[in-house]
């Protein structure tokens, strides 16, 4: 297994958002997986034990692998944080977007530990996740869209307010996407990372045309009686 500081990606990295091992295993056999996203929501869809299911994450995955506290004072946060990060050298601290949240940020990032702030709705929320040192910050467009405003505006307020201090490194990580035009639009703003539920993953191979093109490109092959192999 690579630490995750050492891999290396071409382009965007994309995340699956799932706790789901079998989702994660069948992914991960691609080669292009670079993260897993799990919440304490996902991971109670799965009825599993938490660390097991971490451990058995970190072990099919090389890259980071987010765990969220549950913890809402800053303190156990830490403590909850701390032992999520003992789980494996991939975990990555999953904190909400806080006071305490942002503080135990400060003090796990200070240790050493990545750490990924979650539940961010706006832009002066990500600066200030970057300013306690987080190496992700997680915006959710998909529930921004279901209020009726434009999640993919915060990605590019946060892209430009970015961009405008060379010094932060915190990359953002879009969440809470739903379909594959999230996706195509958060890259063509340069977003570092995507994490996507498994079906938005799947779709973004998927076009009628390459279905119809290579049908017919095998059917015309079939007749000509040639094989390559
Ligand atoms: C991200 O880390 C979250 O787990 C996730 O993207 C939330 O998505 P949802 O709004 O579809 O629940």
Not at 73 to 80: D, K, Q, R, T
Not at 110 to 121: K, Y
Not at 161 to 171: H, Q
Not at 196 to 211: E, G, I, N, Q, Y
């Amino acid at each position: 297994m690579c630490m995750q500081s050492e891999r290396q990606t071409t382009g965007m990295k994309f995340f699956v958002d799932t706790a789901d091992t079998n989702e994660i295993r069948d992914l991960a056999e691609t080669g292009l997986l670079d993260g897993v996203t799990t919440n304490p929501s996902l991971v109670a869809k799965t009825g599993r034990d938490f660390i097991d299911v971490l451990k058995e994450i970190c072990a099919i995955v090389d890259g980071p692998v987010s765990a969220e506290v549950t913890a809402t004072e800053a303190a156990a946060m830490i403590a909850e944080g701390n032992k999520l990060a003992a789980v494996a050298p991939n975990v990555t601290v999953k904190v909400p977007l806080t006071w305490d949240g942002l503080k135990a940020c400060r003090a796990l990032t200070q240790a050493g530990t990545p750490v990924n702030v979650t539940l961010c709705f706006s832009a002066n929320q990500a600066l200030l996740a970057a300013k306690a040192g987080a190496t992700f910050i997680s915006p959710f467009v998909g529930r921004l869209d279901d209020m009726g405003q434009d999640g993919m505006e915060l990605i590019a307020e946060i892209k430009t307010i970015y961009d405008n201090y060379p010094a932060i490194e915190t990359e953002i990580l879009v969440a809470s996407i739903r379909h594959p035009i999230h996706l195509k639009q958060a890259a063509m703003m340069g977003a570092d990372v995507a994490t996507l539920p498994p079906d938005v993953l799947r779709k973004l191979a998927s076009h009628p045309l390459t279905d119809k093109g290579l049908a017919a490109f095998l059917a015309d092959w079939q007749k000509t009686g040639q094989k390559i192999l």
